[in-house]
């Protein structure tokens, strides 16, 4: 069974940016759609992006125009580059494959 492994979180200033990776263990080719949500402290987690397997990419409107989802199939990847960060974008963020999920990697922005 296909194993997601996300990076790449940390802490970083308010308008800083990171870059998250979402590392498949198989072939993600059979996956018309993958994504990342977000858990806040005491909350739901939540949609912040999708991309499906022709490229088409669906963003939370919190997170649109700062926030760009990316996959490559030859590596069995796919990224969230995310720019102009907020303290209020500090989560635990997952990526999503079907019923498949990864452990989280943490996001802290500082203000």
């Known amino acids: 069974q296909v194993q997601l492994v996300e990076s790449g979180g940390g802490l970083v200033q308010a308008g800083g940016s990171l870059r998250l990776s979402c590392a498949a263990s198989?072939?993600?080719?059979?996956?018309?759609?993958m994504g990342w949500y977000r858990q806040a402290p005491g909350k739901q987690r939540d949609l912040v992006a999708t991309i499906n397997t022709g490229g088409s990419t669906n963003y939370a409107d919190s997170v649109k125009g700062r926030f760009t989802i990316s996959r490559e199939n030859a590596k069995n990847t796919v990224y969230l580059q995310m720019n102009s960060l907020k303290p209020e974008d500090t989560a635990v963020y997952y990526c999503?494959?079907?019923?498949?999920w990864g452990k989280g990697t943490r996001v802290t922005v500082s203000s």
């Open positions: 198989g072939s993600i080719f059979g996956f018309s759609r």
């Open positions: 999503n494959a079907g019923l498949l």
